[in-house]
Nanobody, 122 residues
Framework: QVQLVESGGGLVQAGGSLRLSCATS????????MGWFRQAPGKEREFVAA???????SYADSVKGRFTISRDNAKNTVYLQMNSLKPEDTAVYYC????????????????WGQGTQVTVSS
């Protein structure tokens, strides 16, 4: 069992930055691929970014060049650095974990955090 706890959300003006963190429990964090997803009101949960246990990354087109996913296996933590934020980035952001390769499908992830709210004002 893996428990995930996100932090770092908040209110920021357009063009600003935030860094989200996702702390995980357990000794096998380095075995998991990690993903970030987001869900805006009235919309489906969508893929944002993912990172393999080896550090390879993948991004949604909407955030490519602005967001960076990274992981620190010694701290059992994955991060999402978000720069040049836009109002359309407003959503609840979730981290997720799965064994094996990363995936952009939310259905492939086994463990989820509770989410952290990110609000970008114009």
């Amino acid at each position: 069992q893996v428990q995930l706890v996100e932090s770092g959300g908040g209110l920021v003006q357009a063009g600003g930055s935030l860094r989200l963190s996702c702390a995980t429990s357990g000794r096998t964090f380095s075995s998991y691929a990690m993903g970030w997803f987001r869900q805006a009101p009235g919309k489906e949960r969508e893929f944002v970014a993912a990172i393999t246990k080896g550090g390879s990354t993948s991004y949604a087109d909407s955030v490519k060049g602005r967001f960076t996913i990274s992981r620190d296996n010694a701290k059992n933590t994955v991060y999402l650095q978000m720069n040049s934020l836009k109002p359309e980035d407003t959503a609840v952001y979730y981290c997720a974990a799965r064994l094996g390769l990363y995936s952009s499908s939310r259905h492939d992830y086994d463990y989820w955090g509770q989410g952290t709210q990110v609000t970008v004002s114009s």
